[in-house]
């Protein structure tokens, strides 16, 4: 995942309530959580795959002046197409 991407993937967080969602991503049903601690520095996003049980999760944290992210057994990459594919 390139700066771009982290970047991206952070605004889609950051756009987003702390909350539960129902969402499509890459034509799949999901069930996204979201959370925001410690004044947006640590974002987290966990999400289960209604059909298959998959789960796509992550945390960003803000270190000085900018995210690290570290998604949760699965790839940086997968983590980044499911957010960006969100809606």
């Given at each position: 995942m390139n700066t771009k991407e982290?970047?991206?993937?952070?605004?889609?967080?950051?756009?987003?309530?702390?909350?539960?969602?129902?969402?499509?991503?890459?034509?799949?049903?999901?069930?996204?959580?979201?959370?925001?601690l410690q004044d947006n520095k640590v974002l987290k996003f966990f999400a289960r795959n209604l059909t298959t049980g998959e789960v796509v999760s992550g945390n960003f944290y803000k270190l000085r002046w900018e995210y690290r992210f570290r998604p949760c057994e699965i790839s940086v990459e997968r983590a980044y197409i499911f957010l960006r594919d969100i809606s």
């Open positions: 982290i970047r991206e993937s952070i605004e889609i967080i950051q756009n987003l309530k702390a909350g539960n969602y129902s969402v499509i991503s890459q034509a799949q049903s999901y069930n996204l959580t979201v959370e925001k």
